[in-house]
């Protein structure tokens, strides 16, 4: 499989690159063999955008979210995954950047939620911006409450890319359509010289890209391989994360897969 131009042109460099995770473990899910390979050669960065929760009431779908995580605490919850992220990411020899948004699950109309008062308290999916898990933010349904957030994380990259000197910018291609992801993608999309997406793991295991999306951008399709032990050793740091998502123990690996333009 030829490689697309953009990235080969860089993977022969010694360039900073710069990745943007929706969440505290997404680059490490998909691309850890990657970022593993070329960390001794380049400076490389890691953006997560979604790393903050919200005090409760919180709805049906992040309670059952914090059951998965064996806890209910989502703010000593998230600092542990902050912990977690920071420890990883310093194993595989790259930096990390907090940009403090607030997770999909936990993002509130805060004056409508002042207005509803008790009934907020006992419907909380009334206030939240994304009220389920299934017909919302798996829907990949973005708020139109989000498009100052969306605006101001894309003016925090564009400082972040000037920063580090970024060469290639890594995003979420968007598999599995969650909303975080897109939104993401569209703050990657911003910066078209630099862009290259990654598949979405582990939802890449049950669904592809959108095909409109691969056409409309002319990308092509770049496989990575990766050294099974080492990806299973740094997705399985994610100790608060790694239980909920892959339940029975198995973590499945693949290759690793990129989209550029050609």
Known sequence: MPVP???EKSLNTNTPWLFLSPHLDDAVLSCAA??????ARRDISVATL???AE???HTRATRAFLGQCSGDDAFALFEDRRSEDKDVLAELGVSHRHLGATDAL???RRRLKAALGPLGRTLPELFHLYPTYRFDIA???ISRSDRSLIERLRSNVSQLVDQTEADLLFCP???GRHVDHLITRIVGSAFPEKVVYYSDFPYNQFAGPE???LQKHQLVTWNWDVDPVRKHHHISQYASQAPALFPDGDIPIAHETYFAAP
């Open 5 to 7: 131009a953009r990235l």
């Open 34 to 39: 990657l970022m593993d390979s070329y960390a």
């Open 50 to 52: 979604f790393t903050e």
């Open 55 to 57: 005090l409760p009431p």
């Open 106 to 108: 936990f993002r509130q």
């Open 139 to 141: 829907l990949g349904r």
């Open 173 to 175: 291609v968007g598999v």
């Open 211 to 213: 095909s409109a999306f």
